[in-house]
């Protein structure tokens, strides 16, 4: 899984770290973060996409080898959250590439984090 | 001819080799992952990773590398650490090669991996490869030298004798290199370099992940970088088991002797993987100051001692 951050207010980028510490695990599936998007099978994208996020999400995406899934962490990728009627907001995750699953919550808990990867891995 | 294919493709070469190298893998993750209080991935994880990589995702190739050179390079690789793999894991298996001299050879062909991961790092054209691959060159001139000063005590203790089939027949016979003090440095030395060689922690400074992102991999993708897994397998149970060749009496695959063989394989292991684990990564600089003044003076100091017979 590879961890792209928009114009967040850090507050999902922790609790997605927190996924990855001693008491929720995430390897525990097998998954480890990445530091390539090539070796990546899951993008998650967590803050507001602003206007200067947006050639790089898709540029992210698009080097991104195929099958991708992309999670949708927080009020903000799933919706824009507080910043939806924003000057240079550009639109929630799923208005620029393709969403498996959105993880709702400002910040989603990690235990949510989790189930919502856990039931992409289930369906693939 | 039939055997000898047989020694390649089955068994002691790249079947064989990569299962159990892709065990020892799920061994080295679970234990890192106890070491930092987590429970660790499922058994058949480097299974699941590989066969996803192979059959599932898509290969990309750099726009502007050169692309033959750049898919070329894993194959390479993989066949480097298997040929390794065959020659050191024949005569540890009681089966004689009869090749007389095959030591000088292993350490040939156990360069062969690390220089293709340089050569395919810089075919990418990615300047994040670039700087991987200058690191791993550094690197391999830094252990290359140690490792070879390793194998020079390993064949002044063994009676001048370059071939590993006899190197393990003199231990059998009399005691383990490894229960005298010259055996115990060189032990010592060539845990330091197999750590190097596997690229794990002190030494990963080629594909750092926080820094230069995967470094020399970075843009491999799909079955090139599924090859370049499964000669990490391969090399992470072929080291530890030349280490055991070398130092410490090979194995007797009778009775007890093939639980002896395992504990010994997973021991080694488990203390690359502890290193790795307490260890953080240098700089390096520091890594080939360590190398060329630390470890060839204690490679030196070890084969001084095995000339008085200590």
């Known amino acids: 899984m590879f961890h792209f951050g928009g114009a967040s207010c850090n507050n999902c980028d922790i609790e997605i770290l927190a996924c990855l510490t001693p008491r929720y695990d995430v390897e525990r599936f ?19 996409i602003n206007k200067k996020d947006k050639p790089r999400l898709l540029e992210i995406y698009e080097q991104a080898p195929k099958p991708v899934l992309v999670v949708a962490i927080g009020a903000c990728g799933c919706t824009g959250g507080i910043f939806a009627e924003g000057n240079t907001f550009a639109g929630p995750v799923d208005k620029i590439i393709p969403v498996d699953a959105y993880i709702p919550g400002c910040p989603p808990k990690p235990e949510a984090i989790l189930a919502g990867i856990v039931k992409l891995l289930g369906k693939n | 001819m039939g055997t000898y294919l047989f020694y390649f493709l089955v068994y002691p070469g790249f079947l064989f080799a990569a299962v159990i190298g892709a065990l020892l893998s799920w061994f080295d ?18 299974f699941y990773d590989f066969f996803k990589l192979l059959l599932v995702k898509e290969t990309i190739l750099p726009a502007r590398g050169a692309k033959g ?46 220089l293709t991961y340089v050569i395919g790092a810089l075919s990418s054209g990615n300047p994040l490869a670039a700087v991987g691959a200058s690191r791993e060159m550094k690197l391999i001139l830094s252990y290359e030298l140690t490792f070879l000063l390793v194998m020079a005590g390993i064949i002044i203790k063994a009676d001048q004798s370059i071939d590993l089939y006899q190197i393990i027949q003199i231990q059998q016979n009399g005691t383990p290199f490894i229960g005298s003090i010259s055996g115990v440095l060189l032990f010592l030395v060539a845990i330091f ?23 020399i991999f970075i843009e491999y993708s799909g079955t090139p970088y599924a090859m370049i897994k499964l000669s990490k397998y391969i090399l992470l149970f072929i080291l530890p088991a030349f280490i055991m060749a070398l130092l410490m009496n090979g194995t007797k695959l009778e009775g007890i002797g093939i639980l002896w063989a395992v504990l010994k394989l997973v021991a080694v292991v488990l203390l690359l993987t502890l290193i790795r684990n307490t260890n953080p990564r240098v700089k390096i600089k520091q890594a080939i100051r360590f190398f060329f003044v630390w470890m060839n003076l204690l490679a030196i100091i070890a084969i001084v001692l095995a000339i008085f017979g200590l």
């Open chain 1, 30 to 48: 097998g998954m480890l973060l990445v530091g390539s998007i090539r070796h990546a099978d899951v993008l998650l994208v967590n803050g507001s």
């Open chain 2, 29 to 46: 993750r679970k234990i890192t992952a106890r070491v930092q209080f987590r429970k660790g991935p499922p058994l058949l994880q480097p």
């Open chain 2, 69 to 114: 050179v750049f898919l070329a390079s894993p194959v390479f690789a993989v066949f480097g650490a298997t040929m390794a793999g065959v020659f050191i894991l024949l005569p540890l298996l009681n089966i004689t090669s009869g090749f007389h001299g095959d030591l000088i050879v292993i350490f040939y062909l156990l360069t062969i991996p690390s």
């Open chain 2, 193 to 215: 370099c197999l750590q190097a060689k596997l690229g794990l922690v002190p030494f990963d400074m080629p594909e750092a992940e926080t820094e230069i992102s995967d470094g």
